[in-house]
């Protein structure tokens, strides 16, 4: 069992050098709970880069076997965190115990799929062009790239995830695959959550025997600045709003040495709600749609903050269904009492901007989250007017009805990049409206049909990215196998021996990984 000692953790042992003090509270009541976390001093953040540096090259030449061994061991001991833990997590979050039982799960899965992605090897992406000698009018060298972690990883952790994207969760699961240590920066809604998840973490690396700085993890207010402009780190991975986001962005690109911030940031992922489909189906819409804004109070980087319909009868007929579906649900608790007041913020913006009309939803009083609904004149869209595309972080949308489909067609050219768009369609919308595809494949990293964004798979083919604002670089993903490239880069190899290459490249390539060979994808039976 873990004992909360409030310490930071530095290359395998615990540290408490400054002299202030961070509180954790319950997140439903307020009241602070038994533990004082130790800020950072910057001789700690200092330390736990150096860390990191010294445990790279070591950590990124073990074998891709022995990386995903230590991904499993870290599964297994978040798997094996009990009850005890989860209420814990659910009393800093106010979260319920289904859901952190689902994310822990989540947690130990992405663990386990980032270890197959290192037995199967594909994650080198090899490529091998042969010596062509005899080439005329010049001979072509022997040519082999593969792909390395780019170095220590420095990782924010998110709020509304405490397991799923916080101290284990995806961002550190794709470094420690790619290679790259990690610096961990604990959110301080969730500090006693990190450091179970941190002691996981640190057993799972002695048991497997990982470099001493493999993972690090330090507490604190204002310590970011000092990780993110450290020498020793060379990426940054970031799950928060677009201010924070921004910020770490600016300072990463103003270094010496300017280095990539893979950030997500903000997102208001429209929905389109096309004719046939609210005439065929608009109830049952109402009701999906409802569930989908209130699900974990709004809580979500998915969370669908814009829907968008044609104006007709049957438009309108939604509309009432869906605004008495908002007024009656429950107020809920969100995950700590600064998140309440940016949302109390972005409701107040909505209330108080010409253009807006507030349509349903509760006075917002007290410690919980009321449910919202406003709906926006559809020139503020074709302006690009900045507060109507403002994620408001929680369980609040806006409704946009435009005249027709040019009329669509001009809103969503005035959308900024989201993490996903959806088309909610019968057959023959997609006939009329099809053609929106190519429009929203630019606008999107996730493009669903008759779907709701809220729920993220985790598997190879999924992408949770976008173009700026929903992220900082829409070439990747922060969820999904995909993650794993942010954190590597391209070495090419000319005219090397077979002896001084690594294995990925080699001509017997003993650990039979794929790769492609002048051209041609080859692949050889692992063992």
Known sequence: MTVITGWNYI??????????????????????????FHQATQAEVDAAAQAAQTAYPVYRNLSATRRAEFLEAIADEIDGLGDDFVALVCQETALATGRIQSERGRTSGQMRLFAKVLRRGDFY????????????????????????????????????????????????????????????????????????????????????????????????????????KHPAIQAVGFTGSLGGGRALCDMAAARPQPIPVFAEMSSINPMLLLPEAIKVRGDRIASELAASVVLGAGQFCTNPGLVIGIRSLEFSAFLERFTALMNDQPAQTLLNASGLSSYSRGLDNLHGHAGITHLAGSPQVGKQAHAQVFKADVSLLLSGDALLQEEVFGPTTIVVEVADKAELVQALHGLR???????????????????????????????????????????????????????????????????????????????????????????????????????????????
């Open 11 to 36: 290359a395998g042992v615990r540290s408490a050098a400054g002299s202030i003090t961070l509180q954790s509270y319950d997140a439903t009541s307020g009241q602070a709970l038994p533990f004082c």
């Open 125 to 228: 992406g090899a490529r091998i062009d042969r010596a062509l000698p005899d080439r005329q009018p010049l001979p072509r060298p022997d040519l082999r790239q593969y792909r390395i972690g780019l170095g220590p990883v420095a990782v924010f952790g998110a709020s509304n995830f405490p397991l799923a994207f916080s101290t284990a969760g995806g961002d550190t699961a794709a470094a420690l695959a790619a290679g790259c240590p990690v610096v961990f920066k604990a959110h301080s809604g969730h500090m006693a959550t990190a450091e179970w998840v941190a002691d996981a973490i640190t057993r799972a690396a002695k048991k497997t025997e990982m470099p001493a700085g493999v993972f690090n993890m330090i507490y604190g207010s204002g310590v970011g600045e000092w990780l993110v």
């Open 417 to 527: 990049g989201q993490l996903t768009a959806t088309l909610i369609a019968e057959p023959g919308d997609l006939e009329t409206y099809g053609d929106l595809l190519a429009l929203l494949e630019q606008k999107a990293g996730r493009l669903l049909l008759n779907g709701y964004p809220t729920g993220v798979e985790v598997c190879d083919a999924m992408v949770h990215g976008g173009p700026y604002p929903a992220t900082s670089d829409p070439r990747g993903s922060s969820v999904g196998t995909l993650a794993i490239e942010r954190f590597l880069r391209p070495v090419c190899y000319q005219n090397y021996p077979d002896a001084l290459l690594p294995d990925a490249l080699k001509n017997a390539n003993p650990s039979g990984i794929q790769r492609l060979v002048d051209g041609v994808s080859s692949c050889v039976a692992l063992g």
